[in-house]
C-alpha cells in the first residue's frame, strides 16, 4: 500500500556520491496542510481494499484546491499543489528507473534523475493565465514568474483528474508518460541509449505490429529490408554490429519494391533507409507519442467505472503466519553470517561462470585482484585495465561484473535467510510455502526488503556512482574480508 | 486491494543483468529458425532460440540442481514454432515454463499469444518476458508471471485481442524481479498453479459458423503470405491449433516445394473435422434431416414401404439384403440415407445407415450405434477400379475398402457413441481426393 506520507515527504535530487541519487524530506508545511484538511484519514487503515480509490479521490480533491485561482486562496492552492509535487516526486523516480531499465547497459535511473527531479519543494508555486503560467508565492503574497518551469507543477498542470473514467490516466501514468516527453531526458536517452544501436539494427527491431504506425511507402521499405537483411543475417550467421547492406541486397529489396510500385535503388535506397533508421533514434517512435493508456485499460472495471479490485498478490495477508518484526530480528541475527557465506559462493560461482566464457576464461584469475583494486583502493575500472592485462574498460566490466557477482550476493543471502528461517522458525507451515504462491512471495519479499535496507541498498548505490566511490558498504566490507582470506590462503 | 494493477511493481533495486550470448547459443538459434517457415515466423523463432539458449544458461547457473529439458519445447517442434510465437513447454524440475522472446519493451507492452494463455495444450506454470538484444548479443530478463495471476488479470479486464491471436499486456502485470521465479522454481508444489485441464471440445461445433472452402485454405497455406489467423476465426484456429498431429500435416503440406501435389488424405481429414460443420446422424432414428444434410443434398428413404422410383435405389435396398444375408445384423428398416455426389463426372452415391446396436439399452452415453457407408454408382454401372472408401476418424483411419474387378458396391462399417465423429474421403490415385462433410452420432 502506498503510504499517506508521499503527500509531504518530497524526493528531492541528491547528487552526493554514495546515495541513490535523492533524498526524501519532510515538509511540514505539507504535513500540516494535509492532517489540517482531513485528508489523512482512517479510513485508509479501516478500507486497505478501497486505498488506491481513496489516493485517486485525494488527490482529485487537491488537484481542485490547486487549481483553483482566486487570490484570497492562493496560499491554499499553493500547499494543495506542494502535496501533490511531493507525490509525484516519487512518481517521476519511478518514471526514471522503468526507463533506465530497458538500457542498463548504458547507463542508470540516477543518469536522467537531473533532467525530471528539478523540485526542490522549498517554493509554494500557483498556476496563473488559465493554467497555462507557473508563478512563484512569497510569504507576503506577492506573485513572481519563475526562471523555468518545474516538471512535477508541469505534470501536475497537464493532468486532467476529472477526465471521464474510460480515458484518464492515474497519475503515477500520467507522470511516466510526462516523464518520458521531457525534451533533454529524450535527448540523453536517444544519445546515450539508442546511438549505440547501428541503423540496421534499429530497422531489424521494428515488429510487425509497429510496422502498422508507419505510412504504406515506409511500412514497403521495412518490409523489404526485413525479408532480405534479417534472412542474410541469419543465414551468413552474421553476429556483433550489423554491417550496411550489401549492393546486391539493396538490389534485392530494389526488386520487391518494384512489385509494389516504388522505384528506389543504389545509394537512393540507402538512404532512405538511413532516414528511417535516424527516425528511429526517438524513443517515440517505439513508445507512440500519444497519451498513456487509460486507467480503463488495465485498472477500472469496465462496467462500474471502479478502480477494480483485484487480489492482489503482493499485499500483506493474514496468512502470515509470522510477524514481520520477528522476520526481522531473526534476519538481524543470521545476516552477517549468511552473507559472508554468500559471498563466498557468489564468489566461486562467478569465477567458474568466467571460465565458461569463451572471450573472458583467461582472466577469470584476475577477478579477485581486480576486485580488490576496486573495492579497496578505489580506482576505476579504466584504471585498472592495463594493470590486469586487458585492453579497455568493456572487458573490465564483463569479467569483474559487479552488478552480476552482487545479485548473485543478493540472491544467495535471501536464500540462505529464506532456508534457515523455514528450518528454525516452527510456525512457517512448510505445506503452506510450498502450496501457496502468495504466501511464498509475500515471505520472499518481507526478507528481500530487509535485506535490501540492512546491506544492497547502499551496495547498489556505490556502485551507480561513477565519481569519488568510497566503498563503505556492509557488502564491500565483507567482500575485501573474504579477498584478504583468499589471498592469505594464497600466499600460506 | 488493488494496487497489483494500480501502481507499477517496486523494481528490483540491482537492474538485471544481461546475460551474454556464446557462438554456440547463437548457432542453435540460427537453426531452430531454418526449421520454420516465412522470413517473419524466421526472425521472431531466432529471437526466442536466443531467449531461449540465455534463459537456459541464467538458469543453469543460478540453480545448477533444477533440471531443464529443452526436448519438448515447441521450438523443436517447428510446426507448432510456425504458427505460435513463443517458446513453450521449457520444461524445468515439474514446471512448464513459456519464453516471450522481444526486441524491445520500450512501450512496455508484452506480446503473448492467445494460444499460450488459453489453449491448454500449450498453458505453462510461468511466462516469463525476455528482452533480446541481439546486436549486442545479449538477452535480458524483464519479468514472468505465474499462469493463475495473468489468467485472473486477463478475465477482469476484458482484453481485446489483436487479429493476429495474440493480446497485448501491460509489463507490469510480470514480477520484475527474476530470482522470484527461481524461488517458485525451487519451493513450490507444481499443483499449487492449477492449469485448465486439457480436453478437445467436440461441442463447438456451434461456432463454426463460416463454412471454410478446405482446399481454398491449404491453397493460403502454401503462399507464406497467409498465415492461419488470416484465414480462419479464432474459434476455428483453436480447433487447428490443439491438434499436434493436423500442425504437422499442415507444415509438411507448407514445406513440400511442389504446388500441383494434392494434399495428403490425412490432411484433408483431420482439417475437415476440425472446421466442417457436422451432419448430425442422430436425428435420423428420429426421421429427420438437420439443416446441414438438407444443404448438402442428403435425402432419406421412408422405412415404410414407398419405393422410391428411382432404379438405382433398388440396387442399394438389395445390397442391403444381400449383407443381411450374409448375417450383418441390420435391422429390418433401418434408418438410411443417400448422397448424391457427382465426383470427377462419376455419378458416385452414398447410402449411409445408422442404428442402435441394442435395442434395449436407454438413449444415454452408454448406447452403442452402428453406421453403415454404403459406396455405389446412381447408374447401373460398376465402381472404377481403384476407388476407395475411406472412412476415419480424430484417431485414424477405421476401414478403406477398394473397388476392384468391377465391384458395383463398397461398404464400411463402423461403430461408435455419441459425440463419436467420422469422415469420408472417396480416392482414387489419379485424382484428388474428396473428403465428404463429417458424419456425428448426435442426438437432436
Request: a negative charge; charged letters at 20%.
Amino acid at each position: 500500500m502506498v503510504p499517506l506520507s508521499r503527500y509531504w515527504e518530497i524526493l528531492r535530487l541528491d547528487p552526493a556520491a554514495d546515495g541513490v541519487g535523492y533524498k526524501r524530506q519532510l515538509l511540514p508545511l505539507a504535513m500540516e496542510f494535509f492532517q489540517v484538511q482531513g485528508l489523512a484519514p482512517e479510513g485508509l487503515k479501516q478500507m486497505p481494499g478501497r486505498s488506491s480509490l481513496l489516493h485517486y479521490t485525494t488527490q482529485q480533491y487537491l488537484h481542485q484546491l490547486f487549481r483553483t485561482q482566486s487570490p484570497w486562496n492562493a496560499f491554499q492552492a499553493a500547499t494543495a499543489g506542494l502535496c501533490l509535487r511531493c507525490y509525484v516526486s516519487y512518481a517521476i523516480v519511478h518514471a526514471c528507473q522503468r526507463l533506465a531499465r530497458f538500457f542498463t547497459s548504458y547507463f542508470t535511473y540516477r543518469d536522467l534523475l537531473p533532467f525530471v527531479l528539478d523540485d526542490d519543494g522549498k517554493t509554494l508555486i500557483v498556476l496563473r493565465h488559465h493554467d497555462q503560467q507557473q508563478l512563484g508565492l512569497d510569504a507576503d503574497g506577492t506573485m513572481r514568474s519563475l526562471p523555468f518551469p518545474i516538471v512535477s507543477v508541469e505534470i501536475l498542470r497537464t493532468y486532467d483528474p476529472n477526465r471521464p473514467a474510460a480515458t484518464r490516466a492515474s497519475l503515477e501514468n500520467w507522470a511516466y508518460y510526462c516523464v518520458r516527453q521531457q525534451g533533454q531526458l529524450k535527448d540523453f536517452i536517444a544519445k546515450q541509449g539508442l546511438c549505440r544501436l547501428s541503423n540496421w539494427a534499429l530497422l531489424n527491431r521494428v515488429s510487425h505490429r509497429q510496422l502498422e504506425g508507419f505510412s504504406p511507402h515506409d511500412r514497403a521499405l521495412i518490409s523489404a529490408f526485413h525479408r532480405v537483411y534479417r534472412r542474410d543475417r541469419r543465414r551468413q550467421h552474421q553476429t556483433g554490429k550489423c554491417p550496411d547492406p550489401t549492393p546486391a541486397q539493396l538490389q534485392e529489396m530494389s526488386g520487391y519494391l518494384q512489385q509494389v510500385g516504388i522505384n528506389l535503388r543504389g545509394a537512393a535506397l540507402l538512404h532512405k533507409l538511413q532516414t528511417l533508421a535516424m527516425g528511429l533514434r526517438q524513443l517515440e517512435q517505439w513508445v507512440g507519442g500519444v497519451a498513456p493508456p487509460a486507467i480503463s485499460i488495465d485498472e477500472l472495471d469496465s462496467e462500474t467505472g471502479q478502480v477494480s479490485q483485484l487480489p492482489d498478490p503482493r499485499a500483506e495477508n493474514n496468512v502470515m503466519a509470522i510477524e514481520r518484526q520477528e522476520i526481522q530480528d531473526f534476519c538481524h541475527e543470521q545476516l552477517v553470517r549468511s552473507l559472508a557465506q554468500a559471498i563466498t559462493v557468489g564468489l566461486s560461482e562467478h569465477v567458474a561462470s568466467i571460465q565458461r566464457r569463451p572471450r573472458y576464461a583467461k582472466f577469470a584469475n584476475c577477478i579477485l585482484q581486480g576486485l580488490w583494486l576496486i573495492y579497496s583502493q578505489g580506482k576505476s575500472q579504466t584504471e585498472i585495465a592495463p594493470l590486469l592485462g586487458m585492453t579497455n574498460q568493456i572487458q573490465v566490466s564483463r569479467v569483474l561484473g559487479l552488478t552480476e557477482l552482487l545479485n548473485r550476493v543478493r540472491r544467495h543471502t535471501v536464500e540462505m535467510l529464506f532456508h534457515s528461517l523455514v528450518k528454525l522458525v516452527e510456525d512457517l507451515d512448510l505445506v503452506q510455502i510450498q502450496s501457496q504462491p502468495d504466501y511464498l512471495n509475500n515471505l520472499q519479499t518481507a526478507i528481500e526488503s530487509f535485506v535490501d535496507e540492512e546491506i544492497f541498498q547502499a551496495a547498489a548505490a556505490e556502485l551507480m556512482t561513477t565519481k569519488g566511490r568510497a566503498f563503505d558498504s556492509l557488502y564491500a566490507q565483507q567482500l575485501r574480508h573474504q579477498i584478504q582470506t583468499y589471498q592469505e590462503v594464497n600466499l600460506a | 486491494m488493488s494496487y497489483a494493477t494500480l501502481e507499477y511493481p517496486p523494481l528490483p533495486i540491482i537492474p538485471p543483468d544481461p546475460i551474454p550470448l556464446t557462438q554456440t547459443d547463437i548457432q542453435q538459434a540460427i537453426q531452430l529458425s531454418d526449421a520454420v517457415l516465412g522470413e517473419e515466423c524466421q526472425w521472431q523463432t531466432y529471437l526466442q532460440g536466443l531467449a531461449l539458449m540465455g534463459f537456459t544458461t541464467w538458469l543453469r547457473e543460478r540453480s545448477p540442481h533444477l533440471s531443464v529439458q529443452l526436448e519438448h519445447c515447441s521450438l523443436w517442434q517447428p510446426e507448432v514454432a510456425t504458427v505460435i510465437p513463443a517458446a513453450c513447454k521449457l520444461i524445468v524440475g515439474d514446471f512448464s515454463l513459456c519464453l516471450l522472446a522481444t526486441e524491445h519493451l520500450w512501450h512496455e507492452l508484452v506480446n503473448i499469444p492467445r494460444a499460450v494463455l488459453e489453449l491448454p495444450t500449450f498453458t505453462a506454470h510461468f511466462y516469463v518476458v525476455i528482452e533480446v538484444q541481439e546486436e549486442e548479443e545479449q538477452v535480458v530478463i524483464q519479468g514472468f508471471a505465474r499462469f493463475d495471476q495473468l489468467d485472473a488479470y486477463r478475465r477482469s479486464h476484458t482484453l481485446s485481442p489483436h487479429p493476429d491471436w495474440s493480446y497485448s499486456l501491460p509489463l507490469h502485470w510480470f514480477d520484475p524481479e527474476p530470482n522470484h521465479l527461481l524461488t517458485y522454481l525451487q519451493v513450490l508444489d507444481p499443483a499449487a498453479i492449477i492449469l485448465p485441464e486439457s480436453a478437445m471440445d467436440t461441442s463447438a461445433d456451434q461456432t463454426l459458423d463460416h463454412p471454410i472452402d478446405v482446399y481454398q485454405l491449404l491453397a493460403g497455406l502454401k503462399s507464406s503470405n497467409c498465415p492461419l489467423w488470416q484465414q480462419l476465426s479464432w474459434e476455428q484456429g483453436q480447433r487447428v491449433l490443439q491438434n499436434l498431429e493436423l500442425l504437422r500435416l499442415c507444415y509438411q503440406w507448407q514445406q513440400a516445394p511442389n504446388t500441383e501435389d494434392s494434399p495428403n488424405v490425412r490432411l484433408l481429414e483431420l482439417l475437415t473435422l476440425a472446421l466442417q460443420r457436422v451432419v448430425r446422424l442422430g436425428r435420423w432414428l428420429q426421421g429427420e434431416l438437420d439443416d446441414m444434410a438438407n444443404q448438402l443434398g442428403l435425402f432419406l428413404l421412408p422405412t415404410t414401404a414407398m419405393v422410391a422410383p428411382m432404379l438405382s435405389l433398388d440396387r442399394f435396398e438389395a445390397a442391403i439384403a444381400e449383407l443381411r444375408n450374409q448375417s450383418m445384423d441390420i435391422p429390418p428398416q433401418p434408418t438410411r440415407a443417400y448422397q448424391d455426389l457427382d465426383w470427377q463426372d462419376v455419378p458416385l452415391r452414398l447410402c449411409i445407415l445408422t442404428w442402435r446396436v441394442s435395442e434395449n439399452a436407454a438413449l444415454d452415453d452408454q448406447a452403442r450405434f452402428s453406421v453403415l457407408f454404403i459406396l455405389g454408382m446412381q447408374t447401373n454401372a460398376t465402381l472404377p477400379d481403384g476407388l476407395k472408401l475411406r472412412v476415419s476418424n480424430a484417431i485414424g483411419v477405421l476401414h478403406e475398402p477398394i473397388a476392384e474387378f468391377d465391384d458395383p458396391f463398397l461398404f464400411a462399417r463402423v461403430q461408435g457413441q455419441l459425440g463419436d465423429t467420422f469422415v469420408v474421403t472417396i480416392c482414387h490415385i489419379n485424382c484428388p481426393p474428396l473428403t465428404l462433410a463429417p458424419y456425428q452420432l448426435t442426438l437432436a
